[in-house]
C-alpha cells in the first residue's frame, strides 16, 4: 500500500523558512520512473504546483517561486524535503506531497498525502 | 509557463443531470492532462489520467476526453457525491500547472 505524509510547522513568521517532509512508503525514490511532487492550496483558492524531484535526483520547480524553493530527497529515509524561503502570509496554504510515476506514461499525482496547514503570521 | 483554462467556474446541477466541464491549454500538450476530484477538507482524488483513462476504482459514469488543447471532463449522471470541486492539470512540461477548478453544487 502506498502512503504519504506531510509533516512541518503549523506556524510560521513572516520571513522565516519553511521546511517540510513528505515521509512516504510502499515505493522507492530510487526505484526508476517514481517522483514525489509538492502542492500547495491556499484557504478557498486553487490547486499550486511547486516543485518535483525524480528517482534519479533531476529538481523542477514553480516558475514564480523557485528562487524561494529547495526540493531533496533522503532515499534511506523515504523523505522528501521541501524548503521556502523568506514565508509571507501569502504563502498560507494547506501543502500537499503526491506520487508520480513514469511507467510506459506519466501517471501525476496518484496518490496524495492528507496535507498539512501551514499558517504565516507574526 | 502554459496556462490551463477551466470552465464553468462553477456549475448547479441536480443528481441524474449530466455534467460537462472543459480545460483549455494555452499551447499543445498532447493528451499530458490529469482530472482531480477535491471534497471539502481532503485531498484531492485522481479520477482520470492521459485525458482518458479511468483511474482503477473510479465510476465509470466519469469519462475524460480530448488532446491537444482542448479537454472535457463528462459525468454523465451526477451522484450525491460527486458534488465536489474538479481541476485539470497539464503535465506536458515544466512547470506543471493547475485550472482553476470548477466548483459542482446541487441545484
Known amino acids: 500500500q502506498v502512503t504519504l505524509r506531510e509533516s512541518g510547522p503549523a506556524l510560521v513568521k513572516p520571513t522565516q523558512t519553511l521546511t517540510l517532509t513528505c515521509t512516504f512508503s510502499?515505493?522507492?525514490?530510487?526505484?526508476?520512473?517514481?517522483?514525489v511532487s509538492w502542492i500547495r492550496q491556499p484557504p478557498g483558492k486553487a490547486l499550486e504546483w511547486l516543485a518535483l524531484?525524480?528517482?534519479?535526483?533531476?529538481?523542477y520547480y514553480s516558475t514564480s517561486l523557485k528562487t524561494r524553493l529547495t526540493i531533496s530527497k533522503d532515499t534511506s529515509k523515504n523523505q522528501v524535503v521541501l524548503t521556502m524561503t523568506n514565508m509571507d502570509p501569502v504563502d498560507t496554504a494547506t501543502y500537499y506531497c503526491?506520487?508520480?510515476?513514469?511507467?510506459?506514461?506519466?501517471?501525476?499525482?496518484?496518490?496524495w498525502g492528507q496535507g498539512t496547514m501551514v499558517t504565516v503570521s507574526s | 509557463d502554459i496556462q490551463m483554462t477551466q470552465s464553468p467556474s462553477s456549475l448547479s446541477a441536480s443528481v441524474g443531470d449530466r455534467v460537462t466541464i472543459t480545460c483549455r491549454a494555452s499551447?499543445?500538450?498532447?493528451?499530458?492532462l490529469g482530472w482531480y476530484q477535491q471534497k471539502p477538507g481532503k485531498a484531492p482524488k485522481r479520477l482520470i489520467y492521459?485525458?482518458?483513462s479511468l483511474q482503477s476504482g473510479v465510476p465509470s459514469r466519469f469519462s475524460g476526453s480530448g488532446s491537444g488543447t482542448e479537454f472535457t471532463l463528462t459525468i454523465s449522471s451526477l451522484q450525491p457525491e460527486d458534488f465536489a470541486t474538479y481541476y485539470c492539470?497539464?503535465?506536458?512540461?515544466?512547470?506543471?500547472?493547475f485550472g482553476q477548478g470548477t466548483k459542482v453544487e446541487i441545484k
Open positions: 503526491a506520487r508520480t510515476m513514469v511507467v510506459a506514461a506519466l501517471q501525476a499525482f496518484d496518490i
Open positions: 510502499g515505493f522507492s525514490l530510487s526505484t526508476s520512473g517514481m517522483c
Open positions: 524531484i525524480d528517482w534519479d535526483d533531476d529538481k
Open positions: 499551447q499543445g500538450i498532447r493528451n499530458d
Open positions: 492521459a485525458a482518458s
Open positions: 492539470l497539464q503535465h506536458n512540461s515544466f512547470p506543471w500547472t
